[in-house]
């Protein structure tokens, strides 16, 4: 609530310093229109422009962050490959029938 007073009060003080600026300004009303006309359209142009770079670099953060995740999902899924390729040796192995005793014992 006193966050609100405060920006009511700076809105006040910016509308009346405006006000007084115009009706003591050196310059005739129709160079004070101008004057303002001007920097209407430059603030105008420079709010285009700067949207536009936001645009842009909003879009170029959005590519990064896509080829980001497509590359941490392949990691993902070749990692997955691995450990299903590394468990199913396991299995076969520990299925795999054991030597005969004669095999062993020629080893030896």
């Given at each position: 609530?006193?966050?609100?007073n405060k920006?009511?009060?700076?809105?006040?003080?910016?509308?009346?310093?405006?006000?007084?600026?115009?009706?003591?300004?050196?310059?005739?009303?129709?160079?004070?229109?101008?004057?303002?006309?001007?920097?209407a359209?430059?603030?105008?142009?420079?709010?285009?422009?700067?949207?536009?770079?936001?645009?842009?670099?909003?879009?170029?953060?959005?590519?990064?962050?896509?080829?980001?995740v497509?590359?941490?999902?392949?990691?993902?899924?070749?990692?997955?490959?691995?450990?299903?390729?590394?468990?199913?040796?396991?299995?076969?192995?520990?299925?795999?029938?054991?030597?005969p005793?004669?095999?062993?014992?020629?080893?030896?």
């Amino acid at each position: 609530m006193a966050s609100d007073n405060k920006f009511s009060y700076f809105f006040l003080g910016l509308g009346i310093g405006v006000a007084v600026g115009i009706l003591f300004a050196p310059k005739s009303g129709e160079e004070t229109r101008e004057y303002l006309k001007e920097k209407a359209e430059e603030g105008k142009e420079y709010l285009k422009r700067r949207s536009h770079e936001i645009r842009e670099s909003a879009v170029e953060a959005y590519e990064k962050g896509k080829q980001a995740v497509a590359r941490q999902k392949e990691q993902i899924a070749a990692a997955v490959e691995a450990g299903k390729a590394a468990y199913r040796e396991k299995v076969e192995a520990a299925h795999a029938p054991a030597p005969p005793a004669d095999d062993l014992a020629q080893g030896i």
